[in-house]
């Protein structure tokens, strides 16, 4: 008989000598660090392009815009940070420079920054007033700070990736704990550069002298997960739709991708055969652009919309950076922040009640329990009586490695097992997935792993029903 022991059932009965330790699942590299598990664990968090850009209804700006158009008139982090809460986003990645060279806090390294505008006549700090803000909410800070820079002089030449880094220094620095920073892959060629209106090509891969700037702000932010295509704490996703692949592997072949890399169509999926855990994030704005546009009020995306992201992106094994883009008077958008917090009310609707009896490690509600399987093994779970269901979610024990390759879900229809068809190709679980199907009334669910990379840990399975709109 094959075994169906969980972790904590294995330990004790190690501890009572009962079994011997090569029984207990072995790590299967690639593997996490803690802080990616952390990181991972945070699932939704927000996004936030806001600067000069906004005052001149641009999505690039070219590095030439006077620091009069920044005066925003009623700027409230505080305003930010509440809808944020209130849309369950766990943390905050702001872009304290964009492409444009622009910086939101008063910088010692350039005069281009808040410290010469208008507002708060040259006493504004962004950066610093949505830490503040982030602290006494109780939400984590990330920052974007774009190594393409249109407006400095000396982009292109070797003094530049020292001024970044000292930017990157200063920011790391002043702004207590940074949970993320973001290192931007664009480097579009032309812009201002100090007058010369020209255009600059640098070498992607090794211009910015990227160990350098990773060696910083692991210095700096030790717990910090850096994000640039390829990483090195997580890898973009390849688009900017919110869309993971629904085969999804937290591996990277080690230094094959870098920031601006051509062959992007491979993040989605990842390198099956990577040799280095780099899970996704899905980066994707609430409205059509980054930054705040007026002719966008119409069109930002509906909390049905923000549904579908969740589930085509924390739903398949990846983070969901959901971006709101700060309006002139320096607030979110009403439009925003009604639809993301419906967003999240409809996510706890449909997510909070799980109908499966939590009897064992994997229907606990506890990640740290799992059960073991085999490929090709098949796990029942019974329900005390016949129930409407059309949601699964599962998750494997990530921490000793993502092993499931392919997998079946059925119903019983009360004589014979049925497939669910939920509409995408069941292959990777990875730290979460969730699967939406046409309800089905039964007491019996069957799990099947028809392919994996090793013994499976199956730390969570649940199932919910969610209320079909307009249906009931
Ligand atoms: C892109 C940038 O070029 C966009 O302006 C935006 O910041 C997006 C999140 O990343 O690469």
Redesign the pocket.
Known sequence: MKKRLSKTFLVSLLLAGSLHAEEVPSPLPPLPSPQQVAWQQMETYA?V?FGLNTFTDQ??GYGDVPLDKFNPTDLDCEQWVRTFVESGMKGVIL?AK??DGFCLWPTKYTDYSVRNTPYLDGKGDIVGQLAEACRKYGLKLGLYLSPWDRHQAFYGTSLYPEYYVLQMEELLSDYGDIFEVWL???NGGNGWYGGAKEERKIDRRTYYNYPRIIETIHRLQPKAIIFSDGGPGCRWVGN?SGIASTTNWAFLRKDDVYPGYPQFRELGPGHADGDTWMPAEC?VSIRPG?FYHKGEDGKVKTPEQLVDIYYSSVGRNATMLL?FPVDRTGRINPIDSANAVAFRGRIKQELSHNLLPRRKAETDGCFETYKVLQSGESLEVKLTSKTKLNRLLLQEYIPLGQRVKAFRIEWHDGKAWQAIDAGEETTTIGYKRILRFPTVGTKRLRLTILDSRAPVLLSEVAAFYAPEHGKE
């Open positions: 996004f392009h999505e690039w872009t964009h492409h931007d892959g664009a900017e980066d980054w971006n």
